[in-house]
């Protein structure tokens, strides 16, 4: 039998890069990339056309200046490129971006139950109530008794709309519960002295009246709405269960 193109009983030629174990080269592509010598094509750079003088004459022009020591002339650029926009001092934040409102998706409506897909409370549902105007972050809220997700700002990218909606044109919601309603507030720090280097330990962020207050006053009314739904026992649990994913369930053919 033989056992290449050469007589019987030679060795079969094999190719330089082989493969010594399944899926494992002899040589790695760098390595083969330096013996083939192929990195001596790369350096070899496209020789420059050269210049005439007529061509450099072109690109400046001569213009006069007054003055004894000035040397009388400077030679310009013909052709000056973009115009640089002059540096402001002594303004904070002087590069100013203000961001556009995202749209909502057509899928998202007031009302809307949505699923969480990031955050200390992914895979739990919760109800849209509104969007932000100043970041177009989404509002939402468990209802808090339910699943204990408070009011909270949600970007529309990590929700999945569900075809579940709910009447909340009865819910209102604080004018004031807006972008700056969320920003926390830091305290002033006093200067540190040797003693309070020791004794002042982290400030632990602890939920303000006015956020209790709001949370009770939107839950309240939620509720109602739920209570109010003919299918009450459903939503209850519904909106008490985490999502999850089984295996063998792909996301995009499931209906939401």
């Known amino acids: 039998m033989a056992q290449g193109k050469g007589a019987k009983g030679t060795t079969p030629k094999l190719p330089r890069n082989y493969e010594v174990a399944p899926g ?35 690109q400046y022009v001569v213009k006069p200046i007054g003055g004894d020591k000035n040397g009388k002339e400077r030679r310009i650029l013909a052709k000056k490129g973009s115009k640089i926009t002059p540096v402001l001092t002594n303004v904070k934040n002087s590069v100013r971006r203000n961001p556009k409102k995202v749209p909502l998706r057509k899928s998202i409506t007031p009302g809307t139950i949505l699923i969480l897909l990031a955050g200390r409370h992914r895979g739990k549902r919760v109800v849209f109530l509104k969007q932000l105007e100043k970041s177009g972050l989404l509002l939402v809220t468990g209802p808090m008794k339910l699943n204990a997700v408070p009011l909270r700002r949600v970007a529309q990218a990590f929700v999945i709309a569900t075809k579940t909606k709910l009447d909340i044109s009865k819910v209102q919601v604080p004018d004031h519960v807006n972008h700056d309603y969320f920003k926390k507030k830091s305290e002033k720090k006093s200067e540190k002295t040797d003693a309070s280097i020791f004794a002042a330990g982290k400030s632990e962020y602890t939920v303000s009246d006015q956020r209790k207050a709001d949370q009770k006053t939107v839950d309240s009314a939620l509720l109602g709405v739920i209570r109010a739904h003919k299918d009450r026992k459903y939503l209850f649990g519904y909106l008490g269960s985490r999502f999850s994913l089984a295996k063998g369930q792909l996301p995009h053919n499931l209906v939401y």
């Open 24 to 58: 494992l080269s002899r040589f790695s592509k760098a390595r083969l990339f330096h013996k083939r010598g192929l990195y001596q094509k790369l350096q070899k750079a496209s020789p420059a056309k050269p210049k005439s003088k007529e061509d450099k004459s072109k």
